[in-house]
């Protein structure tokens, strides 16, 4: 790998304040993981708190609003985020695209807001089963990357690309190796056809059931350059063993 891999969790709408202790025990063991970036998206109400309690880890969010303010109510602007100490968001997470029906130009206009505000920006992206089942898995990702990624000078080194099946995220199915491996080749074919030499160096990630038990050889897989964990990132001890594998990986 080039590059650190990057482990990040995705708390969704997990986590009070109780939480905290988890994310203090996740940072104290990234002092001696420093091969791995770590990171954490917490719920926004955790943001600053997490920030405060962890110095060594990654703080971001799960989402933003594309207006830098104004009236919406109920929404979280990335300027917002950025003065709350997160450094990165998600955006297009699956869960938002079905639950928020957002859209490829949302998502883009989610990750140009993010970066404008100085965040740097997680896309997420990703195949259903029917798709997968029809053979268009990556016909289906290459139409959101094309739709969602931001371009321009300069983006490509804030930009991380999640490639997460629909149909793997918290079900304990994943997809063959061979699978993840033709996908995420497939989106560093794209990725270099966008951003060109830089495109070599933004990480792609596989998220969906990543677990302690399956982490040591997703991450091995070609061109997989960490993951991006749900249910696993909630207790220190399941998050770190991932952790710990993306670590053995970089040693290699
Ligand atoms: C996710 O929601 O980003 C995710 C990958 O979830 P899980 O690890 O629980 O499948």
Redesign the pocket.
């Known amino acids: 790998m080039a590059v650190r891999p990057y482990i990040v969790g995705?708390w969704?709408m997990h986590g009070t304040r109780a939480m905290l202790a988890e994310a203090r025990a996740i940072d104290r063991a990234a002092e001696r993981l420093i091969k791995v970036e770590v990171a954490l998206a917490p719920p926004f109400t955790l943001i600053h708190a997490t920030r405060n309690e962890a110095s060594l880890i990654g703080v971001g969010a799960q989402d933003c609003h594309t207006a830098e303010g104004g009236a919406h109510t109920g929404d979280i602007s990335a300027a917002m985020l950025k003065d709350a100490g997160a450094g990165f968001t998600i955006v297009g997470?699956s869960?938002r695209r079905a639950d928020h029906d957002e859209k490829d130009a949302d998502v883009k206009a989610k990750a140009e807001a993010a970066l404008a505000a100085g965040l740097n920006v997680i896309v997420c992206v990703g195949e259903t089963e029917a798709e997968r089942d029809a053979g268009k898995a990556e016909k289906v990702v290459a139409k959101q990357l094309a739709g969602s990624l931001p371009t321009g000078e300069g983006v490509a080194g804030s930009l991380t690309v999640a490639y997460?099946p629909v149909w793997?995220?918290?079900?304990g199915r994943t997809p063959t190796l061979d699978d993840i491996a033709a996908m995420h080749h497939s989106i560093r074919v794209m990725l270099n056809q966008l951003f060109g030499e830089a495109g070599a160096d933004i990480r792609i990630l596989y998220?969906?059931?990543?677990k302690p038990g399956n982490a040591s050889e997703i991450l091995a897989v070609e061109d997989v350059g960490g993951a991006?964990?749900?249910?696993?990132s909630l207790t220190a001890e399941s998050f770190l063993a991932i952790v710990v594998a993306a670590a053995e990986k970089a040693d290699t």
Do not use: W
Not at 207 to 210: A, I
């Open positions: 995705n969704k997470h869960e997460e793997a995220i918290g079900t998220g969906g059931s990543v991006l964990v749900g249910g696993a």
